[in-house]
Nanobody
Framework: QVQLLESGGGLVQTGGSLRLSCAAS????????MAWFRQAPGKERESVAT????????AYADSVKGRFTISRDNAKNTVYLQMNSLNTEDTAVYYC???????????????????WGQGTQVTVSS
């Protein structure tokens, strides 16, 4: 069973940067598709970015393209989200998610993921 633990959230000013980390337990991490989602108050959960098992294939929501970068280190069982040029619309709880069937495709829909972290708050002030 895979468990996910996010870290790295916090308060940052508009234009600033943050790097989120998601540490995964279990020996199958290197075969899993991973993703980041976010949910702002009163809004539905939305996709942010996804990465395949090897890190060679990624996809991003239009709202973050060119500003956010997803990456992974399979030796450390960790996936990252580097967030640059943050604005107030990026304020949300950010969740890490895993598709625990090995070698799965990348996808930007929440129902494609069956394991979730507890989330980390990102607040961008103006």
């Amino acid at each position: 069973q895979v468990q996910l633990l996010e870290s790295g959230g916090g308060l940052v000013q508009t234009g600033g940067s943050l790097r989120l980390s998601c540490a995964a337990s279990g020996r199958t991490f290197s075969s899993l598709t991973m993703a980041w989602f976010r949910q702002a108050p009163g809004k539905e959960r939305e996709s942010v970015a996804t990465i395949n098992w090897s890190g060679e294939s990624t996809a991003y929501a239009d709202s973050v393209k060119g500003r956010f970068t997803i990456s992974r280190d399979n030796a450390k069982n960790t996936v990252y989200l580097q967030m640059n040029s943050l604005n107030t619309e990026d304020t949300a709880v950010y969740y890490c998610a895993a598709h625990t069937t090995p070698w799965g495709p990348i996808q930007l829909i929440p129902r494609g993921y069956d394991t979730w972290g507890q989330g980390t708050q990102v607040t961008v002030s103006s």
